[in-house]
């Protein structure tokens, strides 16, 4: 029988994202401020400041959509991919593993420390099903980026939909949660 789960996940918002949202809009407005002054006090270039008026203002707008962000959990036979959705236009594939290549796996609370050298893949968020989600972590060695911590925010069915293709001792340790 093939598994096939997947949850999407809404990345919250941080000081850094509403810094950025608040510099657009002040942006805008100060761009918005310049070309209204042009249209005013030279009526010739009223028709190309009016055109970049709306430019500006579409631009804002897309600008501002851009930091709405999803992570989509998908599990498929004991491959994990984890993709990234920006403002429901753009997806691109942050990381792809294999579940029996999970080195470490488990709540992040009980994880273990690691060196510098790690990359960390953080795809964290609150799932847009209304569950209750905890952190986990996976370690495991990927092709391209070495050494890597995988940090989501699962529900239980991913969870589930993990444990079959673990390695054993890291089943026998998740069987403690």
């Not at 999803?70 to 004991?78: A, D, H, K, L, R």
């Not at 391209?144 to 991913?158: C, F, M, P």
């Amino acid at each position: 029988m093939d598994i096939f789960v997947e949850q999407i996940v809404k990345k919250t918002p941080n000081g850094k994202d509403t810094a950025k949202k608040v510099l657009i809009v002040v942006g805008m407005c100060l761009l918005a401020a310049v070309l209204a002054f042009v249209m005013m006090f030279m009526p010739a270039f009223s028709g190309v400041a009016l055109l970049l008026l709306f430019g500006a203002l579409y631009g804002g707008y897309y600008l501002i959509t851009g930091c709405d962000v999803e992570y989509e959990y998908i599990v498929t036979n004991g491959d994990v991919d984890i993709d990234k959705i920006i403002a429901k236009r753009k997806r691109s594939r942050l990381i792809t593993c294999k579940v029996s290549s999970f080195e470490a796996f488990g709540k992040y609370e009980s994880a273990p420390d690691i060196d510098s050298s790690v990359t960390i893949v953080s795809a964290v968020g609150t799932s847009l099903s209304g569950n209750e989600t905890e952190l986990w972590y996976a370690d495991f060695t990927h092709a391209s980026a070495g050494k890597v911590r995988l940090i989501i925010s699962a529900e239980d069915k991913v969870i589930e939909a993990i444990r079959p293709f673990l390695p054993r001792q890291l089943k026998v340790n998740l069987n403690k949660y």
